[in-house]
T-cell receptor, first 116, second 116 residues
């Protein structure tokens, strides 16, 4: 069975601080994909990134970076120099080919509050 | 490109009443998902369609929930009769086929259901 754990329920940081959101996953499959989504106060989830299980190269996109480590089954997300607009709930998700189709499991989310 | 459309945005009903939600996915997206998101939790998959066939409805309370996707495009989710614990946001998402099936999902704005 697949599982995604986001142990941090809520995080508060002061603007311009760096913050890391943790994600730990469980799956028996060797081929899988990991995602991060952002849910701002407006409510609509927005896709941020997708990584496959064969690509452990870290990725940077502007102030966002992702660290994927298969050895620890983690896919952590770092926001550098946080801004108020980063305030949202962030979800980590795992997709694996259970039963021959894409089965997606979301974590419980981490609520990030960036204080001006 | 138009996003995923959902209606209504808000619905308030009494317990034991019926309610229906509508979703129009992004044009050309073969896969459609309905999620239930209870306040403070991550999205929970209720049902997943690929074209107009169901690939996963293992978490759909089939005694009261039903869903259909006519002609592989629009979809309707119905609750009959509603219970207090059905109060949640119902999210619709769609994704393309291809990429091994592990594509990012595009979410609609959701329907916030309150059952009194």
């Amino acid at each position: 069975a697949q599982k995604v754990t986001q142990a941090q329920t809520e995080i508060s940081v002061v603007e311009k601080e760096d913050v890391t959101l943790d994600c730990v996953y469980e799956t028996r499959d060797t081929t899988y994909y990991l995602f991060w989504y952002k849910q701002p106060p407006s409510g609509e989830l927005v896709f941020l990134i997708r990584r496959n299980s064969f690509d452990e190269q870290n990725e940077i996109s502007g102030r966002y970076s992702w660290n994927f480590q298969k050895s620890t089954s983690s896919f952590n997300f770092t926001i550098t120099a946080s801004q108020v607009v980063d305030s949202a709930v962030y979800f980590c998700a795992l997709s694996d080919p259970s039963g021959g189709y894409q089965k997606v499991t979301f974590g419980t989310g981490t609520k990030l509050q960036v204080i001006p | 490109e138009a996003g995923v459309a959902q209606s209504p945005r808000y619905k308030i009903i009494e317990k034991r009443q019926s309610v229906a939600f509508w979703c129009n996915p992004i044009s050309g997206h073969a896969t459609l998902y309905w999620y239930q998101q209870i306040l403070g939790q991550g999205p929970k998959l209720l049902i997943q369609f690929q074209n107009n066939g169901v690939v996963d409805d293992s978490q759909l309370p089939k005694d009261r929930f039903s869903a259909e996707r006519l002609k592989g495009v629009d979809s309707t989710l119905k609750i009959q009769p509603a219970k207090l614990e059905d109060s949640a946001v119902y999210l619709c998402a769609s994704s393309e086929l291809g990429y091994g099936g592990h594509n990012e999902q595009f979410f609609g704005p959701g329907t916030r259901l309150t059952v009194l």
